[in-house]
């Protein structure tokens, strides 16, 4: 695992802030939670809380395990696409949550950074396939498969009403969508994917397989 990364640090610093300041438990804190957290109904009259909920948490292992994927696999990820496109994953991948949200479960409310986690996820997956992650420090899974199954296991309790529960699983779908648009999107702005069309386009233009003069 590298070092830690700047915005990776600053991220977990914030939702660790918030998770203090926000505390439902107190007058201040329901007041600042309820304004902060998103609920689609409300969304023309508090359209900050397409981005605020990231910073929200229903509990203390709703914050640990988001946080827990934020410290491993983010730093990789930010090494890899640099601060800025970093942040945009991670901020799309939320936001990609939350319309998610907004289009399949709207009567619900939600918060939490778990979308743009499993943005990162994702990224780190696409980037990494092969990559051995360790399920509670014991069963050895490589991340394509991990990710293959999050989204396998995040359709089926989306659609099945029978084991419904409190987990925006929709939301966990929108963050990985928007996160494989952008990271698509990334490659190809930057040239990578654009070059390997090319060089196939090349390839197959010349019968032996080489490019003439």
Do not use: C
């Amino acid at each position: 695992m590298l070092a830690m990364t700047p915005w990776v640090r600053k991220l977990l610093i914030a939702n660790i802030v918030m998770f203090v300041v926000a505390n439902p438990r107190t007058p201040f804190g329901r007041l600042l939670y309820e304004g902060l957290t998103f609920y689609p109904p409300a969304i023309l009259v508090r359209p900050w809380t397409l981005v605020s909920y990231m910073f929200l948490h229903a509990g203390f292992m709703h914050l640990l395990f988001n946080m827990i994927g934020l410290y491993f696999f983010g730093p990789r990820v930010e090494d890899r696409l640099g601060a800025k496109g970093f942040l945009w994953l991670y901020l799309l991948s939320g936001l990609g949550a939350a319309l998610f949200h907004f289009v399949f479960s709207r009567e619900y409310p939600v918060v939490g950074a778990s979308g743009a986690v499993y943005g990162v996820l994702l990224a780190f997956a696409m980037y990494w396939p092969r990559e051995r992650i360790y399920i509670w420090g014991i069963l050895p899974i490589e991340a394509w498969l991990l990710v293959t199954l999050l989204v396998f296991a995040s359709l089926y309790f989306g659609v099945n009403p029978s084991a419904a529960s409190r987990t925006a699983h929709f939301a966990h779908l929108g963050g990985l969508a928007f996160a494989f648009v952008f990271i698509k999107w990334w490659a190809w702005q930057k040239g990578a994917d654009k070059r390997a069309f090319d060089k196939k386009l090349h390839s197959d233009a010349s019968p032996t397989g080489m490019v003439g003069d």
